[in-house]
């Protein structure tokens, strides 16, 4: 027998599948404790021995990094943390810390004890306020800082911002600005910016091996690994397919739609333009290490009800994750929503997560699919189903080299 072991290291937990390549089947799976705190090799060495995988090629994707954390420095208060929140919404990043106006040596100092994996530096519409930006890009590059930067301000002068800054060695990225006019947020860009970098940052890298071998061996981060399988299950059955993966650190949703051929021109002509492939990944959202950030999120989201035991809170995790993946963002204060993504046409809604998979599945579903107080357009004839045999990621991780045994893997979940 030809076999294969997909590994998916998690924040909390490390999942392994043994996968019969020839006959295109699961073989059996296990999950073992991520060992973050020493290596996360041992605990994915583990992993592949209770499956009994040694010497089997391995296909190891990554989300142990766990949320991204935020930064957003610019040059109104107000306005900068707005800016940070919406930019981080659903891009894997939680705001730790907000500076505003002309950084000062203890504001450097300020925004290193935050401890952020990211710096968003905005300030300045287009044409306007320039000396902020440029100002905040040079005290950073004279002190120093090593945490890439998402450089998101006034057009006019970004350029001599980001000039600073690589020339102080800082990791830099250039993107549009998040405030182009007064009023008016364009969060998109800079979000896809962070969201490059909350990618890079879950497979973990140094932070959670002594050596190269775990860099080595992970091929995908796993928000990517699942988007391949939900893609490919999608364009299997031909109907909009739903996820939604309740994990210890971020909650991620998936949406994969199929083209309305009236959506020029018939009754569904809103939504056209629509990216019909989507992932949101919610750094602030989770059952462990997560669990405050989804309590805080449940209270400004208005959810009644406890919180007290883990179905709760993935409960409360999911159906946030999915309001904000679906309900899109309001282009300024007062202003209506753009960006939704209209979910009707789904016909099938698939739970992941130790939550789900451990008996929480119907529990947590029931709650997403009953969320009408959400704002956001709910599917209309969907079957539900819990992954628990955490397939998507694995035949992710095989859709290139094995595209038949990846199919073959997503058997169960397509029958509707």
């Known amino acids: 027998m030809t076999a294969a072991v997909c590994v998916d290291v998690g924040s909390t937990y490390t999942k392994s599948a043994l996968i019969d390549l020839g006959g295109a089947r699961l073989i059996r799976r296990a999950e073992v404790p991520t060992t973050a705190g020493t290596d996360v090799l041992h605990g994915l060495d583990a992993a592949v021995a209770a499956v009994g995988g040694e010497g089997a090629e391995l296909y190891v994707c990554s989300s142990a990094g766990g949320g991204l954390r935020l930064a957003v420095i610019g040059y109104e208060a107000l306005v900068t943390a707005e800016a940070g929140h919406r930019v981080g919404l659903s891009a894997g990043a939680q705001v730790v810390h907000v500076a505003a106006g002309p950084l000062t040596g203890p504001g450097v100092t ?153 959506s020029e021109s018939g009754p569904r002509r809103d939504v056209a333009g629509t990216l019909w492939r989507a992932r949101t990944v919610e750094g602030d959202l989770g059952v462990a290490v997560g669990a405050g950030g989804t309590r805080a999120a449940a209270v400004a989201e208005k959810l009644g009800g406890s919180l007290g035991d883990d179905r709760d809170l993935a409960a409360a995790a999911a159906v946030i994750a999915l309001r904000r993946h679906a309900r899109g963002h309001p282009e300024g204060p007062g202003r209506p929503r753009v960006g939704g993504r209209d979910l009707r046409d789904v016909r099938l809604v698939i739970g992941s997560g130790g939550v789900l998979r451990h008996g929480g599945g119907e529990h947590v579903l029931a709650a997403v699919l009953g969320d009408l107080a959400g704002g956001w357009q709910l599917p209309e004839r969907a079957r539900t189903v819990v992954d628990e045999q955490y397939v998507l990621a694995a035949a992710g991780l095989l859709a290139a080299d094995h595209p038949e045994v990846a199919a073959g893997l997503l058997g169960d979940l397509e029958r509707v």
């Open 110 to 262: 300020a925004v290193r004890a935050a401890r952020p994996d990211v710096v968003l530096l905005a300030g300045g519409t287009d044409g306007g306020d320039g000396d902020t930006l440029l100002h905040n890009a040079r005290r950073l590059a004279s002190a120093r800082f090593r945490v890439p930067v998402v450089v998101a301000g006034n057009a006019a002068v970004r350029p001599q911002a980001v000039e600073s800054l690589t020339a102080g060695g800082v990791p830099v990225t250039e993107t549009a600005n998040v405030l182009p006019r007064i009023g008016v947020l364009d969060p998109l860009p800079a979000r896809a910016a962070i969201r490059s970098v909350f990618l890079r940052h879950v497979i973990g890298g140094k932070r959670l091996s002594k050596g190269p071998r775990f860099g080595s061996l992970v091929r995908a981060a796993t928000p990517d690994a699942v988007l391949a399988g939900v893609e490919l299950l999608a364009d299997r059955t031909g109907y909009g397919v739903l996820v939604v993966d309740v994990g210890g650190a971020t909650t991620d949703v998936y949406s994969a739609l199929i083209p309305d051929a009236e």
